[in-house]
Nanobody
Framework: QVQLVESGGGLVQAGGSLRLSCTAS????????RGWFRQAPGKEREFVAA????????SYADSVKGRFTISRDNAKNQVYLQMNSLKPEDTAVYYC????????????????WGQGTQVTVSS
């Protein structure tokens, strides 16, 4: 079992920044890929970003490229999502997830999920 806890969400004005964190615990040794997804009200969950164990491989959704940056600290078992130039359409619950596969945008490839943290961007 793997437990994931997200933090760092909140309310921010458009153009502002937030940094999300996700701390993993439990049997994480084989779960090398970390990913971020989000779900807005009335919409399906969508991929945001993913990063490999070494940090040398990553992937971003087109909608966040150039604005969001995913990173990780393996010593702390944490992954981060730096979100800059936030837009109202970024408003969603953001979820952290782990996978034993290479970084992928497919939600069904992720084995464990956190409870999510709310991000609200006001216009």
């Amino acid at each position: 079992q793997v437990q994931l806890v997200e933090s760092g969400g909140g309310l921010v004005q458009a153009g502002g920044s937030l940094r999300l964190s996700c701390t993993a615990s439990g049997r994480t040794s084989s779960m090398n890929t970390r990913g971020w997804f989000r779900q807005a009200p009335g919409k399906e969950r969508e991929f945001v970003a993913a990063i490999s164990w070494s940090g040398s491989s990553w992937s971003y959704a087109d909608s966040v490229k150039g604005r969001f940056t995913i990173s990780r600290d393996n010593a702390k078992n944490q992954v981060y999502l730096q979100m800059n130039s936030l837009k109202p359409e970024d408003t969603a619950v953001y979820y952290c997830a782990v996978s034993g596969l290479a970084p992928t945008s497919s939600a069904n490839r992720y084995a464990y999920w956190g409870q999510g943290t709310q991000v609200t961007v006001s216009s």
